[in-house]
């Protein structure tokens, strides 16, 4: 029912920003729970951060992005973005946007609760 198109990533500097969008297409957007992941070669699918639908419209980070990273959601456009500032290192990974419905909040940092996906966005941190 939902396609997902990431876009925005690429090579930033320490301490730079950086935009990352997800374009969704499909019914009932504003119902689905989209959230943010990232994986780097060799690590495990990080939970970054999500925001819920279905008019609760909250907003969850992971520890390691609060007060750096910020999600809106603009349903009137079907897109959801996530914007990075004051990146490091660390940050480096392939960004995923994937949505899903029926995420109760305790399970919302779990990927196996999103069943749509987008191809991922590559965010390179380096000097």
């Known amino acids: 029912q939902v396609q997902l198109v990431e876009s925005g990533g690429g090579l930033v500097q320490p301490g730079g920003s950086l935009r990352l969008s997800c374009a969704a297409s499909g019914p009932a957007f504003s119902r689905y729970t989209v959230g943010w992941f990232r994986q780097a070669p060799g690590k495990e699918r990080e939970f970054v951060g999500a925001?819920?639908?279905?008019?609760?419209?909250?907003?969850h980070y992971t520890d390691s992005v609060k007060g750096r990273f910020t999600i809106s959601r603009d349903n009137a456009k079907n897109t959801v973005t996530l914007q990075m500032n004051r990146l490091n290192p660390e940050d480096t990974a392939l960004y995923y946007c994937a949505a899903g419905q029926g995420i109760i909040l305790s399970s919302i940092r779990a990927a196996t609760g999103y069943k749509y996906w987008g191809q991922g966005t590559q965010v390179t941190v380096s000097s």
């Open positions: 925001v819920r639908g279905s008019g609760g419209n909250t907003y």
